[in-house]
Every structure is written in structure tokens, then in C-alpha cells.
């Protein structure tokens, strides 16, 4: 014991309420508001009163936080002074304390109680046994007036009520030590801590030391391997609740004490243990450390091969302690690689295609990996056979291994993919946009390349254009295209996605017919004499259709010379759907029709749209006895448009007649048809399994969070979204889909995109993904995984998917 307390054993909790304090002002003579928590620095109460010397004194009030010190008679100013809150501060009663008024200092002045302070008679502390104490023994207080105590608190506030005391006395407490007790001090109050209001007495009594589970040394388990079993010896083991390795984890353990009194604790090393500190922890919560764990790793590995690599190679490591290897993982692939076979000094293990040069990592269950440096073999360049080429032409390289090329890049961005069939010659195409004199870049599957030397690229001697539309023109179908060419007067031809179209040269200026279709991935070809060249331009198509297949100004009869015309050839590639429009008028205010015959003079009967025709167009049966020019359209299904080419015949000169109009009192002046095309393209052939991108993902799709819903776009498919024009804002992915809850848009290594999500609206609706540049740059391939052709990856819950498009 360091110390004992005296204090009276007559004394009882209570509150000394000082409605009227009085106190010294200021110079200036103002006076502190004194009203109970108005503001300002107030004094409401203090107390207990009487106090044991060396208990706490309790000061409520306003503004308590701001009293600098305080006065007791018989003592100097007490300055330290623990502030509880604004509206309460504490301070220990010292020895020398006297009967008197107490004065508080604040900033602006003091504050002086109305009532004395009073003091109790001694309670006295003699000896608190054992000391040190085990948790769960007895220990016994002895001391004066002990029978006014109503709780001890042993350290960090764990109270024993004195209900719970085996023995209490006017001379005496004991008190079973609770098994979370720990080291600290003792303090004995006068009332229950359940007693919120009770101004406390509370005794402190320093230096009760409570026994911990020990060991004379912590444990070295260096070079120790998962699966051995460890055994501490100690004291006081039988306080030990847990066992807890460096990495968190509990681990079940067996205590044991011989018959000579040695006790232990026994338990195995698991897996996946690492290095740090295992201890051992009692129900107080404290730590106390047992071991240090080095844990066993591979040692003295060596790989064979070690360079010259190629995907699929087996190698063989050779090593120490090589049993713990659980997983490889190689560099440039995420997934670790499980070994084809292992051994206490071996470990096979088969090299992905994608890896890398650079250290492979030997994985163990304890989380440490052990780094063994490989090289992958790459492709030897040696030379061109022709090292200037013209502009378009094929490049031959001569070398080494290039069977590892996967795809070359030209100086200026452009890139061919390439099937090698040799390993010592590969010819490459050349695109006519993004090639320049200078190296290629020979870009292995892995990513990794090799650079070739200077190839010169010259113009050619051919037609061709020298300054391709930049990518903010917007060419569209349908329309004109001029543009810059060289050699103009070479050129024979013009070719628009495989189908000549109309031209007009002019010098060094080109004049092309784009067809209404072209599109952002149509390609023109310039065909000279000398040579050809293509380009991919991008166009945006006519959306809205509108062909004249006939013109003329006719009053038609039922008589040659008086009959509408169309050839069978004009509805060639027409939509199902499309719309024929006849503009006419009526000749005369009476009544008029037309009748509509196949090229054989067999009626049509138009079923589908606003107007319904069997066979005969009378006007006033449709818009009444109001006469004007008229446009009425007719929908053309695909029964019709098949029956144009099946029933054609000869008709007047036209030898593919497939529509025949004849009739009287209408005057024809022109036939359209017309339709509109959507940009949007099935995206079906893109769509594979997340977990096998060989297996196409059958529509319906029920959305999930697990491999049986969720799925993968590849982007080198049919539509190939890599090769679209796609616009970050512009461009959208469309989802049909009903039911109700939500997608999450994913990037190839599945970093979350956003989310979209439907609550509301079950039914079947087309949910809209517009397009941000993070995702351009996913399907376009700028952003991936490095090892397939994935543009995003797509999971969720609560949908069904019946169609995926994209509108580019």
C-alpha cells in the first residue's frame, strides 16, 4: 500500500443545495448572475458536505469551466482542478483542509459559498490482501468504518456491488476479484455508481497489481510450418481464454498441469499463419505475447527453364521447403496458377500465354510469396525484304520466333492484327490511314513487343487521297462527298462498301455519290489502273429513306398509254414494313380509283397501316367528298414484296413490270417508297458467359450477382464494336428488358462503371446506357484486361434481358 485515507463513518450521501451564494465581485463592482445554469459564471450547488478529507468535492453550476482556482481554509489555492463539463468541475479535498467558506476564482472576479464546508469523521484503509491478486481470489480491505461502503471499483470502472461482497464489516470487505479485474487502482465509493444523482465520496487506493498469464520468454517458431504443433509452458495458464495468431485469427488450444505443477497450453500452427506475434489473452482483454512467428518459405529456388518462354511451357522449381507453395501467380496475370504437381523439393507448373518477364511469386497459405525471376522468349527481327514500301502495300519481315506476334503497330497508331503461319516470316498488310515512315512494333499476346527497324513508306503512284476528313466532319449518306486526291487521272473506278457508284474527277478533285446506307465503318475504295487503295470514312446514314421509283404527270385509264409502271427491280432490298406512297389528284370533283395489280394483273390487298386497300384505291371512300392532291401511303409487307418479284411480268416495254396502277379520274404525278432505318445493332453474336467466353449467353437473360446471370460484351465480334465510331454522350447501349431492379456496368477487370436501375416499372421497357469515355475507351479496346476481348462486364439482380443493342 502506498497510502491510507482517513474519513468520518458518520457522514451520508447527500446534495448541499446553496440556493443563496454570495461571492466578491469585481473591481468594477458588477455582479456574477447567480441563477441556476442562466448563463454567465454561476455557482448552484456543491458538495457532498460534509466531505472526506481526500475525497472529491463536486461544484455545480454555469460557467464552471472558466474557475481558475479554489479557495478551502487551512489550504493554499487548489489549481488542478478536472473539468467535467461546463456545468461541473471536480477537485480532491487535501489533508490540511479546515471547516470554513470556499471561495472559487473566476476571470472577473470570486465567488464565495454562503454555507461552510464540513468534514466527516476518518474512514481509515490499512491493507488491501493479497496484492498481487489472481482474478477469481479473494481480496480482503481491512480499514475503519468500512460498513458505510457500498461498492468497490476496480480499474476502468468494473464495480462489484456490496451484494456481492463475501464479507462486510465495520473492519472489513471481501471481495471476489472479477476475472476481467486488471492492474490499477482501487477505489471505494459510499453509494452505488447506479446512483446517477449521489454526490459520491471515493476512496483511491493505488497499487493493486492482478496477475496476467505469463511465459518466461516468448517462443522463436522460426522455420516452424503449418501444421506443427506448438507447446507453451508458463504460469497462471489457466487464465488464458484465447489463443489469437498474428493475423487475428483464434486457434483452439489445451491446457494442462502435471502433477508437479507445470502448466501448459498446446496448439497447432494452422495454414495460413503468419509472421508477428501470437499471444495469449485473458478475459480482462489484455495481450500478452507467447511466440514470434518467422514462418518456413521456400529457399534456394531455381527455375528450369528460367528464360526463353513461351505460353504453355511447363517449368519445373526446384527448391526447399517447396510443399508450402499453395499457388503461383506470374507476372502481367492476375489469377494465380495452381501447380501441376508439387513435392517437398519440387514444384511443376504450367506458364499462362499471357505472362511476362519479370519475378513469378511461389504463394504460400501464410500470405508471404517468394519472387523467382523468368524471361519469356520474344520475337527477333531481322530484317524487311523490301524496307520502302508504297503507301497500301504489303511488308514482308524476315526473323526469329515471330509466330509470338499477335498484332504489329505502325509509326502514325495503326494496327493489324496478324496470324503468323511461320516462325521466321510474317507479312503484314498496311492500312492507308495512321501509317508513316518509321519503326513497327511487333506486339506479342502477353503486351509484350519488340521494335523492328526504319520502314519507309512512300506514296504511291496509284490514286489515291492524301488528307483523309477529320474525325468532327460529319459526312453523311445520301449525299455529295468531295475530296482532295493525287494522281486523279489515273483513277477508272469508285467503289463505296464493294458496289461501284458514280464519280466525276476534276483535276485533283474527287466527286463522289455516297449511298444513302453508308455508314461509320464503310469503306471506299479508289481503283486506278496502276493499283487500288481503300479507306475506311466514316458516314452517318440517312436514317429516312425516300426513293422515287416513278415520276411522270399521267391521267390514268384502264388502257395502255394511260397505266403507272414500276419495275419489279425497284422494290429490291425494300424493308418489310416500308411504305409506298402514291401523290396524285383527282382529275375531276367525282369520283375516281386505281386499281393496283401485281406485274400479272392480280390484285394487291394492302392489309397493314392507315389506309387499306383490297385491290382498289378509291379516294372518297378515304378522305370524303373533299377534293385535292393527295399522298396516300401503303404499307408493303414482306408477303407483298416477295409476291413483286414472284409475279413480274412484261408490261408495255418494261420487261420486269411488278406494279401495275391503271383506273380513271386520278392524275399521277409521282411513286415513293419510303422507310426509316435504325442505327441500333443487335449485339446477340457479343454476348458471351462471364465464366466461359466460348458460350454464347442465351436470351432471356435473368440478370444475377453469380456466373448463371451475369455476362460478358467481347468486342471483336459480329457487330465488331472495337471497329464502331462511338462518342462518349452520344453513343448508348440499349437493354430490353422487364421487371424491376438494377444493372452494374463493369470494366474488364471488374471495377465498377455505374449503376442503372429501375424500382417502379415492371414492364417491358428498353433501359438506356449512355455512353461515357471510360466506356469508349473499354469497347473501343484502349481499356481492358490485358488477355481478353472484353469491353464490359455486366451483373445484377431483379431483370430479365430479352435483346441488347448499340446505337453508336
Known amino acids: 500500500m502506498n497510502k491510507t485515507y482517513k474519513l468520518s463513518a458518520l457522514w451520508m450521501m447527500c446534495l448541499i443545495l446553496l440556493g443563496c451564494l454570495s461571492f466578491s465581485a469585481c473591481d468594477d463592482g458588477d455582479e456574477e448572475d447567480t441563477n441556476q ?29 472558466k474557475i481558475q482556482s479554489i479557495s478551502i481554509p487551512g489550504c493554499g489555492e487548489i489549481t488542478d482542478i478536472e473539468v467535467i463539463s461546463a456545468n461541473e468541475i471536480r477537485v480532491t479535498v487535501p489533508q490540511t483542509a479546515e471547516v470554513g467558506y470556499v471561495t472559487l476564482k473566476t476571470p472577473t472576479g470570486e465567488i464565495t459559498t454562503k454555507t461552510k464546508i464540513t468534514y466527516t469523521e476518518p474512514i481509515g484503509v490499512e491493507t488491501i490482501t493479497p496484492n498481487p491478486v489472481k482474478p477469481g481470489e479473494v481480496l480482503v480491505i481491512k480499514g475503519e468504518y468500512l460498513n458505510l461502503i457500498k461498492e468497490v471499483i476496480f480499474f476502468e470502472e468494473l464495480p462489484v456491488g456490496e451484494d456481492d461482497f463475501i464479507a462486510h464489516s465495520r473492519k472489513e470487505i471481501q471481495v471476489k476479484v472479477p476475472m476481467e479485474a486488471r492492474t490499477g487502482d482501487v477505489t471505494l465509493a459510499d ?42 509452458k508458463g504460469k497462471d495458464l489457466d487464465l488464458v481464454n484465447i489463443v489469437k495468431m498474428p493475423n487475428g485469427e483464434e486457434v483452439e488450444f489445451d491446457y494442462a498441469k502435471s502433477g508437479e505443477g507445470e502448466e501448459t497450453i498446446t496448439f497447432i500452427l494452422p495454414e495460413n499463419a503468419t509472421n508477428g506475434a501470437v499471444v495469449m489473452i485473458p478475459a480482462s482483454g489484455v495481450e500478452v505475447a507467447i511466440a514470434n512467428i518467422g514462418m518456413a518459405l521456400p529457399e534456394k529456388v531455381v527455375a528450369t527453364p528460367d528464360s526463353g518462354l513461351r505460353g504453355g511451357d511447363m517449368i519445373t522449381l526446384t527448391g526447399i521447403n517447396m510443399e508450402l507453395v499453395t499457388t503461383v501467380t506470374f507476372p502481367g496475370v492476375e489469377e494465380a496458377v495452381e501447380p501441376a504437381a508439387k513435392s517437398a523439393t519440387e514444384v511443376e507448373v504450367v506458364m499462362p500465354v499471357a505472362a511476362i518477364s519479370g519475378e513469378l511469386l511461389l504463394n504460400t497459405a501464410s500470405g508471404t510469396s517468394v519472387p523467382v525471376a523468368i524471361t519469356t522468349l520474344k520475337p527477333e527481327f531481322i530484317a524487311f525484304v523490301n524496307d520502302a514500301v508504297s503507301l497500301g502495300g504489303d511488308v514482308t519481315i524476315q526473323g526469329k520466333n515471330l509466330d509470338l506476334i499477335a498484332k504489329v503497330i505502325y509509326t502514325g497508331g495503326a494496327e493489324v492484327e496478324v496470324t503468323p503461319t511461320s516462325t521466321t516470316e510474317l507479312t503484314i498488310a498496311m492500312p492507308t490511314m495512321g501509317t508513316e515512315s518509321g519503326v513497327l512494333t511487333l506486339v506479342m499476346s502477353n503486351g509484350e513487343s519488340v521494335e523492328t527497324t526504319i520502314l519507309t513508306i512512300n506514296a504511291p503512284e496509284f490514286c489515291y487521297i492524301p488528307v483523309l476528313p477529320g474525325e468532327d466532319e460529319e459526312l453523311k449518306g445520301g449525299e455529295i462527298f468531295t475530296i482532295a486526291v493525287e ?64 415520276k411522270g404527270l399521267v391521267d390514268i385509264t384502264w388502257n395502255e398509254g394511260g397505266r403507272v409502271i414500276i419495275p419489279a427491280s425497284a422494290f429490291k432490298d425494300v424493308p418489310d414494313g416500308a411504305r409506298m406512297v402514291l401523290h396524285y389528284a383527282q382529275k375531276i370533283d367525282d369520283w375516281g380509283q386505281a386499281q393496283i395489280n401485281y406485274g400479272d394483273f392480280s390484285g394487291i390487298n394492302f392489309t397493314e397501316g ?25 404499307v408493303l409487307t414482306q408477303e407483298i414484296l416477295n409476291n413483286i418479284q414472284a409475279k413480274q411480268k412484261e408490261c408495255e416495254g418494261i420487261n420486269d413490270a411488278g406494279i401495275i396502277i391503271q383506273g380513271d379520274k386520278l392524275t399521277f404525278s409521282s411513286v415513293t417508297l419510303e422507310w426509316e432505318i435504325s442505327l441500333e445493332q443487335d449485339l446477340k453474336n457479343c454476348v458471351v458467359r462471364q465464366d466461359d467466353q466460348s458460350v454464347l449467353m442465351p436470351f432471356p437473360i435473368a440478370v444475377t450477382w453469380d456466373d448463371a446471370g451475369r455476362f460478358r460484351i467481347l468486342i471483336d465480334k459480329e457487330p465488331s464494336i472495337k471497329d464502331m465510331k462511338l462518342v462518349a454522350g452520344k453513343s448508348a447501349i440499349h437493354f430490353y428488358v422487364s421487371g424491376t431492379g438494377q444493372f452494374q456496368i463493369n470494366d474488364a477487370n471488374w471495377t465498377a462503371l455505374t449503376t442503372i436501375a429501375e424500382w417502379s416499372n415492371a414492364s417491358a421497357r428498353v433501359m438506356e446506357l449512355l455512353l461515357t469515355q471510360e466506356m469508349v475507351d473499354c469497347l473501343k479496346g484502349v481499356r481492358g484486361d490485358g488477355w481478353s476481348s472484353t469491353g464490359l462486364l455486366i451483373q445484377g439482380d431483379g431483370m430479365t434481358i430479352s435483346k441488347i443493342t448499340i446505337l453508336p
Open 487 to 550: 494522281n486523279g487521272d489515273k483513277l477508272t473506278g469508285v467503289e463505296v462498301d464493294g458496289k461501284a457508284v458514280q464519280f466525276i474527277i476534276n483535276g485533283n478533285t474527287l466527286v463522289i455519290a455516297v449511298p444513302q446506307m453508308a455508314n461509320a465503318n464503310t469503306k471506299v475504295k479508289l481503283i486506278s489502273a496502276n493499283g487500288s487503295i481503300e479507306y475506311a470514312i466514316a458516314f452517318v446514314p440517312a436514317t429516312n429513306i425516300k426513293n422515287e421509283v416513278w
Open 610 to 634: 392507315e389506309f387499306k386497300v383490297n385491290g382498289m384505291l378509291v379516294p372518297t371512300d378515304i378522305y370524303g367528298w373533299t377534293f385535292a392532291n393527295r399522298s396516300t401511303p401503303l
Open 191 to 232: 453509494a452505488s455508481s447506479e446512483d446517477s444523482d449521489a454526490l459520491r465520496n471515493l476512496i483511491h487506493v493505488k497499487g493493486l497489481v492482478v496477475i496476467l498469464p505469463s511465459v518466461e520468454a516468448p517462443l522463436d517458431l522460426t522455420a516452424k510450418k503449418p501444421g506443427d504443433e506448438i507447446v507453451v
Open 37 to 65: 445554469y442562466k448563463g454567465g459564471i454561476s455557482l448552484n450547488v456543491f458538495g457532498p458536505s460534509p466531505v472526506a478529507r481526500g475525497g472529491e468535492l463536486r461544484f455545480l453550476g454555469s460557467g464552471m469551466d
